[in-house]
């Protein structure tokens, strides 16, 4: 059974930037694509950003720009980059393998999940 660990969380101040990664049991490449969702308290959970295998990025509009995902195919691994962090950002942030885009443009989450890590952007 596939196993997808994060990592990175923590507590940062308005500005900061954090690195979140995503450690997978099983080579990244043999899923569609990756993404990274997050939910804060009393809200849905959302997606963050999500890359397919071929490299096709998305990105939510509130966080274009300021956050980048990135691959390590050698590692198994796969990052968020996250500079000039808000409180807005302040929520669990979950690592999906599975995730992919319809014909239509619309992505959608796969299956599988972490267990989640706390970003929290407080002064």
């Known amino acids: 059974q596939v196993r997808l660990v994060e990592s990175g969380g923590g507590l940062v101040q308005p500005g900061g930037s954090l690195r979140l990664s995503c450690t997978s049991s099983?080579?990244?490449?043999?899923?569609?694509?990756m993404g990274w969702y997050r939910q804060a308290p009393g809200k849905q959970r959302e997606l963050v950003a999500a890359?397919?295998?071929?490299?096709?990025?998305t990105y939510a509009d509130s966080v274009k720009g300021r956050f980048t995902i990135a691959r390590d195919k050698a590692e198994n691994m796969v990052y968020l980059h996250m500079s000039t962090l808000k409180p807005e950002d302040t929520a669990v942030y979950f690592c999906n393998a599975g995730a992919g885009r319809f014909p239509s443009g619309t992505w959608y989450s796969g299956s599988v999940w972490g267990q989640g890590t706390q970003v929290t952007v407080s002064s």
């Open positions: 099983e080579s990244i490449f043999s899923f569609n694509g």
């Open positions: 890359v397919t295998s071929l490299g096709t990025t």
